[in-house]
C-alpha cells in the first residue's frame, strides 16, 4: 500500500461542421474559438467500451509527461495563483446550464487529460490554451508549452461562483454534497489497497463531457492503469437535498489483480469523542466521515465507528448482493467541532446502491494511522469473492448518494455515539487492562420502553471477557446507551458486535468495533 494520500497532493478542490453549436463563453476566450476544438468524430458510450477492452489487450504505457521541470515549480501554491477564466466557461451562462471550467496542470498532477464535448453523437476534443487561464506576469507557468494540456475539469454553480463537482488526480472525483462543502472523494476503482504489494492508481486519461438537458451533466471516461482498463458513464445532478451520481463502469484486466476495489471512497478521520487521546488539536474533534454503514443483502443494518488504529488495519464485512454502504458524518452538531473555517459538522455522507446483483464479496474498510487533518487515511470498497486474472471483464452500475444522511433509513435505532474510558466503578481501585464502553443509540423503536421493560444487551467479543453490560434510557433525552466492560489485555485487537432487543427483535442496527487494549494504557 502506498503511503498517505496528502489532499495537496491529490484534491486541491457552430464550431465547425456538423451537429456542433456555437459554445458562446469559449468563444470569448480567443478570436478564433474554433481553433480550440478538434475535428468531429461519431461517439457512444459502446464505443468507448470497445476501446477500453482493445487498450487493455496491449501492454501498458505511462502517459507522457512534459516540461515536467517547469511543472515540478507550480506547487500548490503556485497552482492556486492560476485561475480559469469565468469568460471562458463551456456552457457557462445560463441558470440551469452545467457551466465547466478546466484544471490547470502542477506538480501534483504532471500528466495531462484528454477533454472533449459531446453533442448529438459526436465528439470534439477540446484544446488547450494559456488563453484560458489567468496568472501573475512572472509566474513559472508561463514557461510552459502552449499546448501543454489540462489537469481535470469542474462543474460550476449558477454564477459561476462555487462548483458542485471537481474531477482531478488519478481517478478521484467529488462533490460538495447538500451543504455545499467538500469532504471525502470517491474514485474510478482501487487496485491492490492494503494488499501484499504497492497500491496501483489508475487514472481516467480521457473525458467526454455532455449535457443531458435537464441541469445535469454526464461524463464518460476512459480508465488506464498498469492492470486495468476501463470505460465509465457517470451521470451527475444536483437535486435539493444533495448530489446523485449514477455510475456504469465497465473494467478490463491486463494483469491478475490481488484485490480489486469496486466504488471506493476514500476519507480522513483522526479523532473524535470515540478516540479522544488522539485528539491533541483544541478543536473537540476532526473528521470528515465517523462511521462505515453497511446495509447486507439479508437486510442487516450494520454500523461501524471509524479509528485511527496503531498501524494500517483492514475489515472485511462478508456479505452477498448489498444493498448499499457508505462513510457517513453522523455528528453534524458544530458545537462538536468548533471550526468556522473547513466546517466539518457539514462534510458530505456518501452512500453507495449497487445497481443489480454484485453477487459474494466484503466490504472492505481500510483505516490507515494519521497525525494530522491533511491525510486521508480512510478507504472503503467492495471486494469481490472470486479471484481477479488477467483477461476478464466487469461490468459494475451503483448510484452514489452525496447526502445529509444515508437514505432508505432503517427501521431501527441507529447508533449516535461511541465512548471508551476507564473500566471499573467510579471511588473504587480501578482494575487494570478494563475499559468501560458507553455507545448512545437513537430511534422510534425505544420509544416507550424503560428500565423494566426487558430490553436485551446482545454482544460478543472475539477474546476478553465483558460484563456489567446494561441498557436504559438516558435522562432528559430520547437516547438510550449501553454500558458495559470489557477486559483484555495483550496488543491484538479484539472485535465487539453489539445490539439491544426486546421480545427476540433487534431494536437497533448492529455496533461493531474494533478495540484495541494499548489505545488507552
Keep these: 500500500m502506498s503511503n498517505r494520500l496528502s489532499r495537496r497532493d491529490v484534491l486541491a478542490g457552430g464550431i465547425g ?39 487493455a489487450a496491449r501492454p501498458y504505457a505511462a502517459p507522457p509527461v512534459r516540461a515536467a521541470d517547469v511543472l515540478e515549480t507550480v506547487d500548490f501554491d503556485a497552482h492556486q495563483q492560476i485561475r480559469f477564466r469565468d469568460d471562458a466557461t463551456l456552457w457557462g451562462g445560463e441558470d440551469q446550464e452545467p457551466g465547466v471550467q478546466f484544471f490547470h496542470l502542477g506538480r501534483y498532477f504532471k500528466a495531462p487529460v484528454k477533454m472533449h464535448v459531446v453533442e448529438d453523437g459526436k465528439t470534439r476534443e477540446l484544446l488547450y490554451s494559456p488563453d484560458f487561464f ?31 463537482l471537481a474531477v482531478l488526480g488519478a481517478s ?20 491492490d489497497t492494503a494488499a501484499s504489494g504497492p497500491e496501483e492508481f489508475p487514472r481516467f486519461s480521457e473525458f467526454f463531457l455532455e449535457r443531458d438537458g435537464t441541469g445535469g451533466l454526464i461524463v464518460y471516461a476512459l480508465l488506464d ?69 453497511i446495509w447486507t443483502g439479508s437486510g442487516e443494518r450494520i454500523w461501524r465507528p471509524l479509528d485511527n488504529p496503531p498501524r494500517v488495519v483492514t475489515n472485511a464485512f462478508l456479505d452477498t448482493n448489498p444493498r448499499g454502504f457508505g462513510l457517513m458524518q453522523r455528528d453534524r452538531d458544530f458545537e462538536n467541532y468548533q471550526d468556522d473555517g473547513v466546517f466539518y459538522d457539514k462534510r458530505a455522507s456518501v452512500w453507495v446502491e449497487p445497481i443489480g446483483s454484485w453477487g459474494e464479496g466484503s466490504v472492505q474498510l481500510v483505516e490507515i494511522p494519521t497525525d494530522d487533518e491533511i491525510h486521508d487515511n ?42 471508551i474510558g476507564m473500566g471499573g466503578i467510579p471511588g473504587q481501585p480501578r482494575p487494570p487492562g478494563v475499559r468501560k464502553f458507553a455507545v448512545d443509540f437513537e430511534g422510534p423503536t425505544l420509544a416507550g420502553l424503560d428500565r423494566d421493560s426487558g430490553v436485551e444487551v446482545i454482544i460478543e467479543a472475539s477474546r476478553g471477557a465483558v460484563s456489567g453490560a446494561i441498557a436504559y434510557p438516558v435522562v432528559g433525552t430520547d437516547r438510550w446507551r449501553v454500558i458495559f466492560d470489557l477486559e ?23 455496533w461493531i468495533y474494533q478495540y484495541f487494549p494499548t489505545a488507552l494504557a
Aim: proline content about 8%; some cysteine.
Design 172 to 191: 478521484y472525483f467529488r462533490t460538495s454534497g447538500p451543504f455545499n462543502q467538500y469532504g471525502l472523494s470517491a474514485r474510478g476503482v482501487a487496485v
Design 134 to 164: 489567468d496568472m501573475p506576469d512572472d509566474h513559472a507557468a508561463r514557461a510552459l508549452p502552449d499546448d501543454i494540456g489540462f489537469a481535470g475539469f469542474r462543474v460550476m454553480a449558477p454564477g459561476a461562483k462555487t462548483d458542485w
Design 17 to 55: 461542421a456538423g451537429a456542433f453549436c456555437l459554445l458562446p463563453q469559449l468563444a470569448a476566450a480567443s478570436e478564433n474559438p474554433q481553433a480550440h476544438f478538434g475535428p468531429a468524430e461519431t461517439f457512444s458510450f459502446d464505443a468507448l467500451k470497445a476501446r477500453a477492452e482493445a487498450l
Design 225 to 293: 492503469g498498469p492492470s486495468l482498463t476501463g470505460a465509465y458513464r457517470i451521470v451527475s445532478h444536483a437535486p435539493n437535498k444533495g448530489i446523485v451520481q449514477d455510475v456504469d463502469a465497465a473494467l478490463f484486466t491486463r494483469e491478475a489483480i490481488e484485490k480489486l476495489g469496486v466504488a471506493p471512497l476514500t476519507s480522513m478521520f483522526w479523532y473524535s469523542e470515540t478516540n479522544r487521546e488522539d485528539a491533541r488539536d483544541w478543536r473537540p474533534e476532526i473528521h470528515d466521515s465517523d462511521g462505515l454503514a
Design 488 to 510: 483484555a489485555t495483550g496488543h491484538e485487537p479484539v472485535d465487539l458486535r453489539m445490539y439491544v432487543r426486546h421480545d427476540d427483535t433487534a431494536l437497533s442496527e448492529t
Design 378 to 419: 480512510i478507504v472503503a470498497f467492495w471486494v469481490p469473492r472470486a479471484p481477479v486474472e488477467a483477461g476478464q471483464a466487469f461490468d459494475f452500475a451503483y448510484r452514489l448518494h452525496w447526502v445529509a444522511d444515508q437514505p432508505n433509513p432503517a427501521p431501527v435505532a441507529r447508533v449516535v455515539s461511541t465512548r
